[in-house]
């Protein structure tokens, strides 16, 4: 359900280049953090120069592409600036390519990477760096690209060499930080897909209004939707599959993975679907979930805290005559995904009296609606109680390491954070109309 965050910038540690450890990503993102506090912006990069057009109509073509591109047509914009290269053709020779040719090939690089391809970004981001060699744009662009391609060296040399160029842009130094991250889970033969509602699942379709009405309002909760993959097997588990099943079901075959079970955080409706809490269920509608995952995989497994249960069962009617496929997870239950992938459950109450959170590889962690970037859960909803959730803060995680990334299950604050971060908190939470003043509570204390 819906979490009240408060956003933090309190951060002090530098970059530590081409580490790959865990504390290295935790580092780069403090940088990012304290590089937003003192006011830069993230849009810097797009900004910090722009040259004038050569004549009208090329003026044009370009407006009409910058047009497209912020109505997010991306199509439509690769065509138009397309247009104005074709009209400065006869300058695009490397002696006089001009910086307003290399920022249309910038552009379109951009408008090729939002329609994902990869390949023709990085021809476009060459002839940026080919034209504008002093720019961090071509770097970055194809960066971004390689980042796609899993060429995660290549992104790091490229993202590396446009921060030497732009040392203060924050976005820069949070895409080192992903990357590190992202090359420490191939490293382990682990992928993690994280699938949000709007980009990855949840597309409108033209025959079925009322299901597209239910996808705007997912895209409204910003839930992540993960999926845990191990390479060696291709064996995965989804993580609160909710709001569009069928569409978390074409995304694991398309990655040609196999799913072996589902793992519920927490009972709250936007993780497990079902029917939704007074008053949306006078309207009568159903949210495809862990239920209509159990339907269209047969034999699946779910795995979900006992004290959960019977609230995801009287959401979900129909998973009574499914119960012997639910498996119950204590504290401390494990699971397997071949001979490299390891998750551990851990009971966390406090958002609801059976949330759990779930730590992969005892590097990653899951955590629901209990921890976020800069916030926890909401304790004033059903299943809340804000003692349990201080012994959860203070306790159950104080074993967890700092470099410990955390992916939670909104999109709220951010897609990621570390454990070393969030314990740096010391600060005034917000739970709906309850202000509730942490002063005395080392947040998510080792002593």
């Known amino acids: 359900m819906f979490s009240n965050c408060m956003s933090f910038f309190q951060c002090t540690s530098k970059n530590s280049k081409r580490s790959s450890s865990p504390s290295s990503s935790y580092c780069c993102r403090q940088q990012y953090k304290r590089n937003m506090i003192s006011g830069m912006s993230t849009s810097k990069l797009s900004a910090a120069f722009r040259p004038s057009a050569p004549n009208d109509r090329t003026f044009k073509s370009v407006s009409k592409a910058n047009d497209y591109f912020a109505k997010k047509e991306y199509k439509l914009a690769i065509d138009e600036y397309t247009k104005a290269l074709t009209l400065l053709q006869p300058s695009l020779d490397k002696k006089n390519a001009t910086a307003f040719s290399a920022l249309i090939f910038s552009n379109r690089s951009a408008s090729y990477y939002q329609c994902n391809k990869w390949v023709e970004a990085i021809k476009d981001a060459n002839q940026v760096i080919r034209i504008k060699p002093e720019w961090p744009k071509g770097y970055f662009r194809r960066a971004e690209a390689n980042l796609k391609l899993e060429k995660y060296d290549e992104a790091l040399e490229d993202y590396y060499t446009a921060q030497k160029k732009d040392p203060q842009n924050p976005q820069i130094t949070l895409r080192i930080a992903k990357t590190l991250i992202l090359r420490d889970n191939q490293d382990m033969k682990l992928k993690i897909y994280a699938l949000e509602p709007g980009q990855d699942i949840c597309l409108h379709t033209k025959t079925n209004p009322i299901q597209n009405k239910i996808f705007d309002y997912a895209i409204d909760m910003k839930n992540i939707i993960y999926i845990v993959a191990d390479l060696e097997t291709r064996k995965c588990v989804v993580i609160d599959a909710c709001w569009d099943v069928d569409g978390i079901l074409r995304f694991i075959k398309k990655k040609k993975l196999e799913l072996v079970g589902g793992i519920v955080t927490h009972y709250h409706f936007d993780h497990v ?126 074993d967890l390491e700092d470099g410990t990334v955390v992916y939670p299950g909104h999109n709220y604050g951010g897609e990621w954070t570390t454990i070393g971060m969030e314990r740096e908190k010391e600060q005034e939470w917000t739970f709906a109309s309850i202000k509730i003043i942490l002063s005395s509570l080392v947040f998510i204390s080792k002593n």
């Open 273 to 398: 679907g079902g029917i939704p809490p007074s008053p949306f269920d006078q309207f009568r509608i159903k949210v495809s979930g862990i239920y209509s995952l159990m339907r269209r995989v047969p034999k699946l497994s779910v795995y979900i805290n006992p004290a959960d249960i019977p609230h995801v069962l009287k959401s979900n009617p129909g998973m009574s005559e499914l119960k012997s496929r639910i498996i119950s997870t204590p504290d401390k239950f494990t699971l397997k995904l071949g001979n490299l992938t390891n998750l551990q459950f851990i009971h966390v109450p406090g958002h609801t009296e059976g949330s759990q959170i779930i730590l992969v590889n005892e590097t990653r962690l899951f955590t629901g609606d209990t921890l976020m970037v800069g916030c926890v859960g909401r304790i004033d909803l059903p299943g809340g109680d804000i003692k349990e959730m201080k012994k959860t803060l203070k306790e159950r995680l104080s």
